[in-house]
């Protein structure tokens, strides 16, 4: 309908009201908010990435974080869409891509996963909500595949609470168990004391982060936990990792182990 | 005490009942002019029965039809009719009314006779009473009462609800009425219970109304097939088919009616309003509406004639404290945004919502994000959001298939919705596109 429509309806004095369809009201929570709790359920192990692993932790998610923004600004620019970043979905993108990298790897591998997760794990599939996959592990695959060895090349943490045993070492816990058979106690991958992606060792920070986000009702546990009761049925039933086994590892520690996840 | 409720969905819409409901019911003044459309009901429009110029009496009746799904419409006030023309009505668009001056002095119809001796009458001459007196559901819905108490042959009414739950925010009419005139509704209960024949008779009231469920517990003592029902306060729990789920635990199949299932819903504000057409005798010509929102100055319940325009309401309550940008008919949640303040309280006017200009701002939808929470809230068990994806891309035997007949455009999902995507509107939209394909169909196959 176009405006010359709606005029001669109009009463004398008074001016015509907006009108639209019910609702009339809505809940506080919009995406915005969604985006903003769930970089509020990252921060902890953003900080303790930081402490595992040093200021390069804060470069890494520093750059990645940029990038991202950047990108789908220039995008949406060039694309002639509506610029989105004020939604901070390309935020969550960047926290997320940083999280799933190795201290060790060099800056501009860092921009370029950033910005091919962006353009084509995100955009080019229509932006936010049209995406296939998860950008940020489209732009870690794609890392993975073209820099396998900068994507493991993996450092001893830092930062330390418990003390520095001999299971510590430059390699991921399955590694280690894999090549020489050392297993890593479970204080250790809980707290994230293990070298690895610098935001995924911390297993505790991680839960405390989850445990907000089922607070705020952001996800469901119920899809969390069938999720890892599955993994843990198919293991028991599937391949050969019973729950009361008495070998290393341990369902369990599999569960907290970093390069499970 | 039992609570009962439905189990699938629902929203917690801030309820904002606080704003009125410590406020008496007041009796608005006689209006100078009132604006009568001849449809405000479900079903055919009536026919006018008066003329340009004629004088009316209040209570008289001035239009009515032979048709079954209808009712009659009343002389509001006592006046001239000064025009029958197309004005402005709040659902929407305008429709043929009667524009009625008045003449100061009220005078009532003498055909009005109150029936205290209804006991003794047939049940089709009570029905008879409640279509005489143009009584329509007054939830909202505007169902003619008498076609709903007549179950169809071969079906049985086994238990009757009465509706008090008003799960709607801001809306405290119904509130109201059952705390001041819980006689009136308990013997428009006892005329519905003559009427069908039932044995028990639950009335649901939302457990955030203590003081009514108290009120009508301490009033129904004398009447024992009278059980009062606490449901929890959840949106939408006053719906037809999710309150009769939560007290009957009985599902109103695809399609289908409450009379299906054995159940006859009725609101409480038609009880009260029954009650008055037979007891004394006056048809429903006047309502209780709240006019309430946080840019009403003084907001309040009020008892008003039936045709008043909605701007003598808002003066009386005080005015606006801003700019009036919305305007909505009924509560926040199902109610219609009007184009205008001069539309007039018609029979379904619960409220009269004025937000605040803040309230009331236009929100850009945004990208899908897949989130799932309109699914979640979805008290019918449908995918709203999918819904959206079939009417964007005109595939309607899709949403047929998946039901969308079955959406009561409840709001939860539009509420819900975290990229503000008015999900209501696209389902209207389907809806209409369906019904005219369907129109189409018939038409060719003639």
Redesign the interface.
Known sequence: MNTTDIIPLAQKDRSLLEVSVASHIYTPIDTQTIMRDVLIALILPGVSSIFFFGFDSFLIIFTSCLTCLITEWGFQKLAHKEVRIGDFSALVTGVLLAYCLPSEIPLWTIILGSAFSIIIGKELFGGLGYNLFNPALVGRAFLLASWPAHMASWKQPIGKILKSSDAITSATPLEQWKTSNISTPYGYLFLGQISGCIGETSAISLSIGACYLFYRQIIDWRISFSYLGTVIWTLDKFLGYPIKSISYPYTIQLLICNDFK | MKKYSFKKGG?F??QEKNLTAHLPIKKAPLPSKVILPLLMHAGAPAEPLVKKGDYVKTGQKIADTPIYISAPVHASITGKIVAIEES?HPI?G?FISFIIESRGQEEWDPKIAPHPDWENFSTSDLLNLIREAGIVGLGGATFPTHVKLAPPKGKKAEILIINGVECE?FLTADYRLMIERSEKILQGIKIFQKILGVKSIFLAIEDNKPEAIHQMIEKSKEYPSLQIASVATKYPQGSEKQLIEAITKRQVPIGGLPIDVGVIVQNVGTAAAVSEAVMEGIPLIRRVVTVTGHNILQPGNYEVRLGTLF?DLIDLAGGCRGK?????MGG???????????VPVIKGTSGI?A?SEK??R??QP??????GKCLQVCPMRLAPGRFIDFTEEKELDKALEKNILNCM?C??C???????R?M??WI?LAKEQIRKNKQKEMKIEK
Do not use: H, N, W
């Not at chain 2, 926040?332 to 001069?342: R, T």
């Open positions: 929203v819409p801030k402005l929407g305008k925010p701007s009036m940008k919305k305007l909505i926040p949640m199902m109610g219609f945004a009007v184009l205008s303040d001069q919502l937000p309230e009331a236009y929100y945004q990208p899908c994000i897949r989130c455009e709001g939860a539009t509420y819900i919705c975290p990229a503000r008015p209501v509107q209207k």
